[in-house]
């Protein structure tokens, strides 16, 4: 296709060097965005006259026969200027020539970006939405288990599995909070700021951002044009997101190989070795983490080329977005991937009872036994304890049977008086469960807290899955607007 578009100080540039600029490989997600947004500025240009009906008419039924994904011809310069050159072939320069009146490809690439960004978000919330109930799925069918608890990988303290998947449920759901409120600030409109000075053509902002779904308007004509913080925001969400689910990941790893032993994964998760025909690999899990770190990446390259740019519009900024899409293409399959395996998860109810044979995780309990029926300072009950659990660990004994035998011993050596408690009630200190029910503290990992925090978590669910289907809603309502203000011209040039 010839090059009609560009005739003042740059003539042509070599194939070389247009290859090399080009963002058509990439603009394919953008192409239906930049449809709407030629409409609806075409439309504000013929209702405050700057553009006659019968050019304007010209120009909307054009794009409305458009499809929603073109191909484009890879020797233009990006998907506007392909779009704008067709047009001026199809249907003349006499009517094509006012699409890009008042507009320019920054701010039309600014909006179509956030249109794009934001149709990602909302997929992406859904994700979020689907991973968020396949964890209260393993709360409710797996929670009471108890659940060796780990700090530095090494035994701390007893939990249960439904405490544990809570921990994640949180950490999802802030990630969803993040989300939800990077979509408040994508939602904004940056078209009428035309290269970055805005324009002395009538175009109603405010009217155009209404038929793209805008919330509102980008205030600053440069700013609009200039800035990518959006998507800066949108790969640091990305990359937060992922590093949660790359956590889960890793222990669901650890916790379906032999040594833990405390899950297995759906076989539809994972797969076979080549040579070992035993091996269950976890291979999900280990694409999820190793996916982690190429959305980093992205980010990271993201924030490098955004770093140093003078302010308003520079070419530079269309690097970003081929590391957009791969972090939001990421992160989606990471996060349904990640759901459909937790979906899949079956615990171990005996490994996990055998897991505290002979485990020394209720020591703190024994501390806090000190201090609450010995009036010991928790520092002294802390020496004390730790003292016993060195002596059962040299001795190959149980923490019971060293408290037993050494207890009044080393506490007249820590606290300077001797120390005994009875049989009974050491059993029930250092019992995992019997420990777990004596938490007190909100959000603890008492079992009995489990059931009241699953409620909530329903509730949270329900609530992001009413603020997308509202999101989704208006977004449709304006499409609908849009294409029937588009279709109200086109019938009456028919008529006419």
Not at 118 to 128: D, H, I, K, T, Y
Not at 221 to 250: G, K, T
Not at 308 to 330: C, G, K, M, V
Not at 454 to 475: C, F, G, P, T, Y
């Amino acid at each position: 296709m010839d090059n009609i578009l560009r005739g003042s100080r740059v003539k042509a540039s070599s194939k070389r060097a247009n290859d090399f600029t080009s963002s058509v490989g990439f603009d394919g997600p953008l192409s239906r965005h930049v449809v709407e947004i030629n409409m609806a500025h075409m439309l504000s240009l013929m209702k405050s006259g700057e553009v006659g009906e019968k050019a304007g008419t010209a120009c909307l039924a054009f794009l409305e026969r458009l499809p929603g994904h073109m191909k484009v011809d890879p020797s233009t310069e990006d998907v506007h200027h392909w779009l704008e050159q067709n047009a001026v072939a199809t249907i003349g320069m006499e009517s094509a020539g006012y699409l890009n009146l008042g507009k320019s490809r920054n701010d039309q690439v600014a909006a179509a970006l956030r249109m794009e960004v934001r149709s990602r978000v909302l997929q992406l919330l859904g994700e979020a939405d689907g991973l968020m109930a396949s964890l209260l799925k393993v709360m409710r069918r797996f929670g009471d288990l108890p659940l060796p608890g780990y700090t530095h990988l090494q035994r701390a303290q007893p939990t249960t599995v439904s405490h544990h998947m809570q921990s994640h449920f949180e950490a999802v759901l802030e990630d969803a909070d993040r989300l939800a409120q990077l979509y408040r600030r994508v939602n904004r409109s940056p078209m009428g700021s035309a290269a970055f000075a805005g324009t002395s053509v009538k175009v109603d902002r405010a009217a155009v951002a209404k038929l793209l779904g805008f919330d509102g308007l980008v205030s600053n004509s440069m700013f609009a044009v200039s800035s990518r913080s959006f998507v800066l925001e949108a790969l640091a969400d990305l990359e937060i997101l992922m590093v949660d689910l790359s956590r889960m990941a890793e222990e669901l790893i650890l916790w379906s190989s032999t040594e833990f032993g405390f899950v297995e994964l759906g076989d539809e998760y994972s797969a076979t070795s080549s040579i070992m025909p035993q091996k269950k690999n976890p291979v999900v899990a280990e694409m999820v983490r190793a996916k982690c770190g190429s959305v980093i990446g992205d980010a990271t390259a993201a924030f490098a080329i955004a770093k140093a740019l003078p302010n308003s519009y520079n070419l530079d900024l269309q690097e970003i977005t081929p590391h957009l899409w791969r972090a939001f293409e990421d992160a989606s399959t990471s996060s349904a991937m990640t759901a459909g395996m937790l979906a899949t998860v079956k615990f171990d109810s005996k490994r996990l009872a055998h897991a505290f044979d002979g485990d020394m995780s209720t020591a703190t309990e024994l501390a806090n036994e000190l201090v609450r029926s010995e009036a010991v300072p928790f520092r002294q009950a802390h020496q004390i304890v730790g003292e016993l659990v060195r002596y059962a660990v040299e001795k190959k004994v149980s923490l019971q049977e060293a408290a037993e035998a050494q207890l009044p011993t080393v506490s007249e050596k820590i606290a300077g008086r001797p120390i005994k408690i009875d049989k009974e009630r050491l059993r029930a200190v250092l019992d995992a469960l019997k420990t777990l029910r004596l938490i007190g503290s909100a959000g603890g990992a008492n079992p009995a807290f489990a059931a009241r925090q699953m409620v909530q978590d329903k509730r949270d669910i329900e609530k992001l899955s009413n603020w997308l289907a509202d999101k989704e809603n208006k977004l449709d309502g304006s499409a609908n607007m849009l294409r029937n203000q588009v279709r109200t011209y086109l019938r009456r040039e028919v008529r006419s």
